[in-house]
Antibody, heavy 119, light 107 residues
Framework: QVQLQESGPGLVKPSETLSLTCTVS????????WSWIRQPPGKGLEWIGY???????NYNASLESRLTISVDTSKNQFSLKLNSVTAADTAIYYC?????????????WGQGTLVTVSS | EIVLTQSPGTLSLSPGERATLSCRAS???????LTWYQQKPGQAPRLLIY???KRATGIPDRFSGSGSGTDFTLTISRLEPEDFAVYYC?????????FGQGTKVEV
């Protein structure tokens, strides 16, 4: 059973870069698509973007100018970097594995990690 | 962007009752590329339904999904105590992928 675990700083200062890593265990990162989704406290879910294990990406246009998602197959990890953060980027960040039936959807989720943007 | 609107915002029911949740899309979700998730407090969302009507592995058969085009429904035939949670629909046809705002099923 594949498991995902997010890691990274829980507090980031405004204008700095938010960096998170998702470690995949119990299975290989190869052969799949992987995504990041976030949820502001008490609010709904927002799609951030996804990456194929080969490195191809698809980003939410609303975040694209600040966003980089990358993959490291040797470490079985993928990562998120979001530049120039503001308080609006405060959220629980989830990493997911996408399952595909035609198009692909989040099947397996990490537990999530809360990132607060504050000075 | 495909906007998903869920209704009602909150559904107040009792265990054993039937729950009917709606998800309406601003444009057609081709091939019924729509999922339903359940989220309990402090937990990550859990996949219930994909392809609008296919139950994910391990999901009880009291959960069923239906619909096509722009109108989709999640039905819980008889609510169990553990089913009280927030439910989200999500479309995976258009870019960006989008979620509905959620329906809370409460006692």
């Amino acid at each position: 059973q594949v498991q995902l675990q997010e890691s990274g700083p829980g507090l980031v200062k405004p204008s700095e870069t938010l960096s998170l890593t998702c470690t995949v265990s119990g299975g290989s990162i190869s052969g799949y698509y992987w995504s990041w989704i976030r949820q502001p406290p008490g609010k709904g879910l927002e799609w951030i973007g996804y990456i194929h294990y080969s490195g191809s990406t698809n980003y939410n246009a609303s975040l694209e100018s600040r966003l980089t998602i990358s993959v490291d197959t040797s470490k079985n990890q993928f990562s998120l970097k979001l530049n120039s953060v503001t308080a609006a980027d405060t959220a629980i960040y989830y990493c997911t594995r996408l399952d595909c039936s035609g198009h692909c959807y989040p099947g397996t989720w990490g537990q999530g990690t809360l990132v607060t943007v504050s000075s | 962007e495909i906007v998903l609107t869920q209704s009602p915002g909150t559904l107040s029911l009792s265990p054993g009752e039937r729950a009917t949740l709606s998800c309406r899309a601003s444009q057609s979700v081709t091939n019924n590329y729509l999922t339903w998730y359940q989220q309990k407090p402090g937990q990550a969302p859990r996949l219930l339904i994909y392809g609008a009507s296919k139950r994910a592995t391990g999901i009880p058969d009291r959960f069923s999904g239906s619909g096509s085009g722009t109108d989709f429904t999640l039905t819980i035939s008889r609510l169990e105590p553990e089913d009280f949670a927030v439910y989200y629909c999500q479309q995976y046809y258009g870019s960006p992928r989008t979620f509905g705002q959620g329906t809370k099923v409460e006692v």
